[in-house]
């Protein structure tokens, strides 16, 4: 089952004994019964994403794409598409509509991204 970088920090800070600060939540999921093996199940249940031009939400079995743009959202079910060549936006937009709020409503939580995309080069610097 899919864990984050982001559960690292919550479950270093669980089995160190150490209380975040509430005004600064952490984003991740406390591994720690998965470490000790009283838990094989799925512990996180959905992946935010904000990745450059391209944003999405994995929930459960299913990944919403959002491309920037008048690209469509695109919809995955993982389990049976691994690869993401099936998109199921067309076939399952209940799906996509349930998903689309939920991004909504985690991106309205979020600030704004702080540096351009794409980044511009560093002086001296040429993209190829």
């Known amino acids: 089952h899919p864990i984050s970088h982001l559960d690292l920090m ?3 800070c669980a ?3 150490v209380t975040p600060d509430a005004r600064r939540p952490l984003d991740g999921v406390n591994l720690t019964s998965v470490l000790k093996g009283e838990e094989t199940g799925r512990v996180r249940e959905e992946f935010y994403f904000r990745i450059g031009e391209t944003w999405a ?3 459960g079995d299913y990944k919403l794409i959002l491309p920037t743009g ?3 959202p695109e919809l995955y079910h993982i389990p049976s598409d691994l690869t993401e060549s099936h ?3 067309a076939a399952h937009p209940e799906i996509v509509k ?5 991004f909504d409503a985690l991106s309205a939580q979020m600030a704004a991204p702080a540096w351009p995309y794409p980044p511009a ?8």
């Open 87 to 89: 998109d199921l936006a």
């Open 98 to 102: 349930q998903l689309q709020a939920r």
């Open 57 to 59: 939400l994995r929930r």
């Open 70 to 72: 008048a690209k469509r």
């Open 121 to 128: 080069p560093k002086a001296g610097l040429t993209r190829e």
């Open 15 to 17: 089995l160190a004994g």
């Open 10 to 12: 919550t479950t270093a």
